[in-house]
């Protein structure tokens, strides 16, 4: 699997959320995102690199539960020759 794929599964006033499934060793363009919860479904080894020029590795479990404030958009390099998935839970409103 080398490809990358976001499927909104729900949306609404409150909260959107996506599952993101990016291939072993692809790149994922992500979009602008509002402050989340990310739920990691696979062991990840990838690199982010903002699109201000910030960038770092990110390493996580299955399992793994974190948050991370509003984004610009972002890319996401699987560094791993297998797939990785997440389920992002991005909060639309306090």
């Not at 979009?31 to 989340?36: A, F």
């Not at 699109?51 to 984004?71: H, K, L, Q, T, Y």
């Amino acid at each position: 699997m080398s490809h990358t794929d976001e499927e909104v599964l729900v949306d609404n006033d409150l909260v959107k959320v996506v599952r993101v499934e990016v291939g072993g060793s692809a790149k994922h363009d992500a979009p602008p995102r509002g402050p989340r919860v990310i739920i990691s479904l696979s062991d990840e080894a990838e690199a982010r690199a903002e699109r201000d020029g910030d960038s770092e590795e990110i390493r996580r479990n299955v399992g793994d539960v974190v948050f991370r404030d509003a984004s610009p958009g972002h890319t996401i390099e699987n560094k791993s020759g297998d797939p990785h998935t997440v389920i992002i839970v991005e909060l639309k409103r306090a």
